[in-house]
């Protein structure tokens, strides 16, 4: 079985869709998807022609097959949508389900990079209508009815609303989240859930506050309330507002990079530095975004966010040139151990461990000096520990959420020696 989709792009500059090339995807007798892209001939002959992917997708006639990701290019894959998306999406469809392709064209104009995908050798017209901040209140209540399993709001008015949460769908991730325009700039709304254990929007809001304070590159941020609900939106950073619509960077996530999936087999290639490597080799200027990894990856030991998996981390073209993108998604979690934490990623000698010891451990991969990160480590440190509490506070957690939360920084276990954390465990 095979299905096919036109990939358009939005170029350098432009705010209005080209056709780039043509993909494909088979099903073998045994259910082996392959995918197949081919860049088309117009594109290649247009002199602001930019590659997809400039590492495994270089601009050429050659036709690529992939066999990972389920026969999706990483760069594709990275376009459309993820457990949320893909839940709100299957609701819409109903039965028989979506299959990759359909993921793809059905995910709405909005989605995260400058891909766009249709059945049309022509690409549409970008949409210009958003949801605008105000509807926030429609949408949180698909969100509830989703996340609980229940019937979807009916009514003209639910129709709509229906329409405008598909249109948030596109953008990655697992928790429910809608894109609305605000003050001339795009925003990712993301919501609270009933079963969330604290005030995620606000503990989110405070840990892009705290970063900065850490010297990190963050997205922007600013929270809301819908009703008596909190809501924290996220400026998108890869879009940019212009008078004729918005401009869009191309985006690949850290899983794109490292040629890697989301299975546990998988999880060997996972690693910060890996992505260090791919980074130097993608960068426009590798010696700022090499150790703002390295600093982004302290910074999650540091507040035991151990949801920093490849698709919290991400390349940005706004124009030919890529950069690491702000750090976004960052949250402490319910640690389990006092002695030992581990990041979702390799980050050193000792693999995933979360202590100074090994962060420190391949810093030169990170084009930083030894004595160098150690002060990034030891001045990171002692920020989160004198200021998580009155950041989160100022950011209006509460004192019980905050208790909650306070295990997660600067843990103990940060400074004690591998064996000794491996011996107390
Ligand atoms: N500020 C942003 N600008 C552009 N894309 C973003 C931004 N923040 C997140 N994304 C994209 O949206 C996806 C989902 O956002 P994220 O904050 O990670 O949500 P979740 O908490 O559901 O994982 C990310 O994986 C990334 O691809
Ligand atoms: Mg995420």
Redesign the pocket.
């Known amino acids: 079985m095979t299905s096919e989709c036109f990939v358009y792009i939005a170029l350098p500059g432009e705010t209005e869709f080209v056709t780039a090339g043509r993909f494909q995807r088979t099903l073998d007798r045994h259910g082996v998807a392959t995918g197949r892209f081919v860049y088309g001939k117009n594109y290649l002959g247009r002199e602001n022609a930019v590659p997809i992917d400039p590492l495994e997708l270089k601009l050429g006639t050659k036709t690529y097959a992939t066999g990972l990701l389920n026969g999706v290019f990483g760069a594709l894959r ?1 376009a459309s949508p ?3 998306g893909r839940r709100v999406i299957e609701r819409h469809f109903g039965s028989p389900g979506p299959d990759e392709m359909d993921y793809l064209l059905h995910s709405p104009d909005d989605r ?2 400058a891909l766009g995908f249709g059945l049309n050798k022509e690409p549409p017209a970008p949409k210009r209508k958003f949801n605008r901040t105000l509807d926030l209140a429609k949408l949180q209540e698909f969100v509830d009815a989703i996340i609980a399993d229940e019937e979807l709001p009916t009514g003209t008015d639910a129709e709509q609303a229906q329409e405008l949460m598909l249109e948030g769908t596109s ?7 809608a894109v609305v325009e605000d003050n001339g700039a ?3 709304a ?1 919501f609270n859930r009933p079963d969330d254990k604290w005030n995620q929007a606000k503990v ?1 809001r405070a840990m892009l506050e705290l970063a900065r304070t850490c010297g990190l590159q963050t ?3 600013k929270l809301t309330t819908i009703g008596d609900r909190d809501a924290l939106l ?6 940019q507002g212009t008078k004729t619509g918005y401009r869009r ?1 191309r ?1 690949l ?1 850290a899983l794109t990079l490292l040629r890697s999936e989301d299975t546990h087999q998988n999880r060997s290639k996972w690693s910060y530095v890996l992505l260090a490597e791919e980074i130097r080799r993608i960068s426009s200027q590798p010696k700022v975004d090499a150790p703002e990894l390295f600093m982004r990856m302290c910074f999650n030991a540091l507040i035991t966010n151990n ?1 920093d998996h490849p ?2 981390h ?1 390349v ?1 073209a706004m124009d030919e040139e890529w950069r690491l ?2 750090a ?2 960052l ?1 402490p979690a319910m640690p389990i151990s006092v002695e030992e934490r581990f990041l979702a990623l390799s980050c050193g000698d000792e693999g995933r461990l979360a202590s100074a010891s090994n962060l420190l451990s391949q810093c030169a991969r990170f084009l930083i000096k030894p004595d160098e990160a150690e002060d990034v480590i030891n001045n990171m440190e002692r920020t989160v520990k004198d200021q998580w509490y009155a950041i989160c506070r100022r950011e209006g957690v509460t004192e019980k959420d905050c208790e909650t939360i306070k295990p997660a920084f600067a843990y103990e276990g940060f400074r004690l020696p591998v064996a000794a954390a491996q011996a107390a465990n």
Do not use: Q
Request: glycine share 8%; net charge neutral.
């Open positions: 990275d993820d457990h949320w995260a990079g953008m990655g991730g697992a928790r429910p989240k795009l925003w990712i993301k989110e997205a922007e941020s996220v400026k998108r950073f890869d879009r960077a985006m996530s949801d698709r919290n991400a940005i993108s702000p976004y998604d949250i």
